[in-house]
């Protein structure tokens, strides 16, 4: 098996259940049959720390891209900047996580939105994946990407919540959908009833680390060894055996983020 958690944020989980060590964190996820990791920057502050894990470790990618939660004002987003981050490194795989958010700041959604377009903007220059985060902004969201598909615009809808008919829009227009452990959570029927729908070749599985543990760890401070839990949680809705599963999501990976099979 050999599975690959395809968001999670290295430089912020709690390494208490592995002995203050992020090798340690690493290793245990790789006995588990976690064979890649990517580390997801989410302003340009902590790029450097995202970057370095990275570099220091074979089996880990990194991005470049701002929250849209992160205060910053878009005019301020110099894109030739992130665009220079971007191609700075073989293990920048992505522009993200960037993208929507008025579940908790729908009153910034202008800035918000002038902030993703020009992110889109420049994953479109590069030539790399984008990384979406959409809550509450489905048209939105759906608008600005079917503006830059055209251009050569393709990315993941990463932590999906939202409905079947977005996550279908999304598809159409060549994206991925990459689901967290909250399919795990008790009151989340209506997105396993999304999951089901979801073709294989489209999915992906993802921690989110250190936020959003699956169950039986709800609660706890997320690690990347639990992907295998959400793994196995899409697998068992999608009726395929966990390898299989493994299989299907690591190739759909590496087939988005132009990285040579193994």
């Known amino acids: 098996m050999s599975l690959i958690d395809s968001h999670c944020h290295l430089d912020r989980i709690d390494l208490t259940e592995a002995e203050g060590s992020l090798e340690t964190a690493l290793d245990q996820a790789r006995a588990r049959g976690v064979s890649g990791f990517l580390c ?14 990275a570099e220091q470790h074979e089996d880990v990618w990194c991005s470049a ?16 900047h992130l665009k220079e981050l971007a191609l700075s490194s073989d293990k920048v795989i ?24 020009k992110q889109l903007a420049v ?46 829009a999304a598809i159409d227009e ?12 008790r009151n989340a029927g209506p997105l396993r009833d999304v999951v089901r729908n979801m073709p294989l070749d489209r999915i992906l599985v ?22 295998v839990e959400v793994a196995q949680c899409v697998a068992d809705l999608k009726g395929v055996s966990l390898e299989e599963l493994s299989r299907v ?10 990285l040579p099979a193994t």
């Open 40 to 53: 997801v920057d989410i302003d340009l502050d902590n790029f450097k720390d995202v970057l370095s894990i």
């Open 65 to 80: 891209g701002i929250h849209p939660l992160a205060k910053m004002k878009a005019e301020d987003l110099d894109s030739s």
């Open 94 to 117: 992505a522009v993200g996580e960037c993208g929507l958010d008025y579940y908790y700041d729908a009153e910034t959604a202008p800035n918000q939105k002038s902030l993703f377009e």
């Open 123 to 168: 994953a479109c220059e590069v030539g790399k994946p984008v990384i979406v985060h959409t809550r509450e902004a489905r048209e939105d969201t759906l608008e600005l990407i079917r503006r830059y598909t055209p251009k050569g615009l393709s990315g993941v809808l990463h932590c999906f919540t939202e409905s079947l008919e977005m996550a279908e």
């Open 174 to 185: 060549g994206f991925y959908i990459s689901f967290s452990g909250i399919i795990t959570f």
């Open 206 to 227: 993802e921690t989110d680390s250190p936020y959003l543990a699956p169950v039986p760890y709800r609660g706890k401070s997320n690690q990347p060894k639990w992907v």
């Open 249 to 258: 999501t690591t190739n759909n990976f590496r087939t988005l983020f132009n």
